[in-house]
């Protein structure tokens, strides 16, 4: 693949001004500028994935409004914005508070809070230069110090921001703009660490103090993945204006269109890459528009001129895995579906409640919708006599690189067994039932603590398990079989069938899983008996029969539990 020099793509940069000034790869997304100013709203919550220029885009505001670039409106020359006099007029006029919470990843409420102080201490400390304003009281100069010192109570780091804007407005005779990004991330790290309810309230504080009570707040933009719950942290924020994935405001100010993204690759000589990067990188929707791609895959293919999972790698995916590897039988079945390339219908809801994502499906489907891995196909009322239940959404996997990603960390579920379980999958396409029961009994004692969630026991840990199991089959087997699962056929609803691509080279398979059950059965052997005997009175078969597979190519095995421990059975 050949790849021609166009402007420099700079991977990583979050300055506005560097990428400006150095002349590097950059697509212009200052018309975001006007889009936001025109609306009016005094507090914007905007949600896009990670990796979509939130923080470029937050950073260009700061370049635009902030007294402190007054002097450098000519980086905006030449752009959208700059085509309009009056933006002209209003570059570098306000007093701007930028802060990010993107790395405020602790493990505990104590560490947070003294994250989030420092964050305030530090953005204090840039403006000292209010210590020597005449309006500066000696209370005023005590409080600007105490906090710069970074310990202060808890009632001082939620005030600290609303009394900076009063510093501010004092100063400058002219209220604030304030430009928070990342606001979501410490309390997913809440979520995923136990400290749900202690970061809620503190984050309710500091958000009624900044935003809500306010009087010297001109405007302010908040971006993050997820538009955490109204009760959780926005209960008191009645001017919030909330723009997520499907809201049709500022739609193409995050992340590139598909004419910005051809048009980039024309630039760097890689044109004839078109239909291959829409397959990879295309999919993401943003109100109505669709055909978005993600900026961070789309530079780095600019760069490299190399198709990989740039975007599903930038970041930890654990609380994804987690969620769906403990998840329930129906949540997996889901996932097998979306892994073969169909679609799921399911409500979501933009509101994430964090705290019910351990019990709710559609709290995790609505994560995976805001946090970019899934798309909506389409959606339609869930009940046109009762509108007020909402809507019903199909969803897809965005796009090839998210489905890689999802089949890598399907695969690592199984890495504390890899070779058990690759060893397995030989196994048993070599219909060798004495290895595949060394093997599964291996797999299955390493792994199935990692698939229960600790709130289930007994007969649920093997269905968690092995639903878990047949992902797996489906990443490892996907080249050469239809992998089914729960599927109607015969006079019932068999577990796993596995159709072979080419019948002429391998045989089908059908599985059926059991647990033990003390009242009907004495042994792990009477179980895999009452498996055969399923598979056989049910006749899965039927449905591998009435596509042209010959019976006598097509092997039954019953899957028996006991707690660890399984025994497998051929029908022959």
Not at 139 to 148: E, L, M, R
Not at 507 to 532: G, H, M, P, W, Y
Request: proline share 2%.
């Amino acid at each position: 693949m050949g790849k021609t020099a166009g402007r420099t793509v700079a991977i990583g940069i979050q300055d506005f001004g560097d990428l400006i000034r150095k002349g590097y790869f950059y697509i212009d997304k200052t018309d975001f500028i006007r889009e936001w100013w025109e609306s009016g709203d005094s507090v914007t919550l905007i949600t896009r994935p990670r990796r979509f220029g939130k923080t470029l885009n937050m950073n260009m505001l700061e370049y635009f409004f902030s007294v402190d670039y007054a002097e450098q409106g000519e980086l905006f020359e030449g752009l959208s914005i700059w085509e309009h006099e009056e933006y002209r007029k209003i570059q570098g006029t306000y007093p701007v508070i930028s802060l990010s919470f993107a790395n405020v990843k602790e493990k505990d409420f104590l560490s947070t809070k003294e994250r989030i102080a420092q964050i305030i201490a530090d953005l204090y400390i840039q403006h000292d230069f209010l210590l020597s304003d005449e309006s500066m009281k000696e209370a005023d100069k005590s409080y600007f110090n105490s906090v710069c010192m970074g310990n202060g109570s808890e009632v001082q780091i939620t005030g600290a921001v609303h009394k900076l804007s009063n510093f501010l407005y004092r100063h400058y005779k002219k209220k604030v703009i304030i430009l928070l990004d990342e606001y979501d991330t410490p309390m997913q790290e809440a979520y995923v660490d136990g400290y749900w309810e202690e970061m809620t309230a503190f984050t309710r504080s500091l958000f009624n103090s900044t935003f809500k009570t306010n009087p010297w707040l001109e405007r302010a933009v908040m971006t993050g993945i997820t538009r955490v719950s109204k009760e959780s942290v926005f209960s008191e924020l009645n001017n919030l204006e909330v723009v997520t994935t499907t809201t049709d405001k500022y739609t193409s100010s995050f992340g590139f269109t598909e004419q910005e993204v051809f048009a980039g690759l024309d630039e760097c000589g890689l044109g004839e890459e078109k239909e291959l990067v829409r397959k990879w990188y295309d999919g993401f929707i943003f109100g109505r528009q669709k055909d978005i791609y993600n900026p961070w895959s789309i530079l780095n293919f600019l760069d490299k001129g190399e198709y990989m999972t740039y975007w599903a790698n930038t970041s930890s995916n654990s609380l994804v895995s987690k969620l769906i590897r403990e998840g329930s039988r129906n949540l997996k079945e889901n996932f097998e579906c979306l892994l073969q390339g169909r679609t799921i219908r399911t409500q979501i809801d933009e509101q994430i409640v964090y705290n019910q994502l351990n019990g709710s499906e559609r709290a995790i489907w609505s994560l995976l919708l805001a946090s970019g891995y899934l798309k909506v196909v389409s959606f339609e009322k869930f009940d046109k006599l009762r509108p007020e239940i909402g809507m019903e959404y199909e969803l897809a996997l965005t796009n090839l690189e998210v489905k890689l990603m999802f089949q890598n960390m399907v695969q690592d579920w199984f890495s504390q067994a890899d070779s058990d379980y690759n060893d397995f999958i030989k196994a048993l396409l070599a219909d060798d039932i004495e290895a595949m029961n060394e093997y599964m009994n291996r797999v299955a004692f390493q792994t199935f603590s990692y698939f229960d969630t600790g709130k289930t026991a007994g007969r649920d840990e093997p269905e968690r398990f092995y639903h878990g199991f047949v992902l797996g089959l489906m990443v490892d087997l996907q080249d050469r079989y239809f992998i089914r699962s729960n599927r109607e056929s015969g006079f019932g609803r068999y577990d796993v069938v596995l159709e072979p691509k080419c019948p002429e080279k391998n045989n089908a398979v059908i599985i059926e899983f059991k647990i033990l059950n003390t009242r009907n059965e004495n042994s792990l052997e009477d179980t895999v008996q009452s498996a055969l005997r399923q598979i056989e009175e049910k006749q899965y078969a039927v449905e591998l029969v009435s596509r042209g597979i010959a019976p006598e190519h097509i092997r039954s095995y019953g899957f028996a539990f006991q707690g660890k421990t399984v025994l497998i059975g051929s029908s022959e």
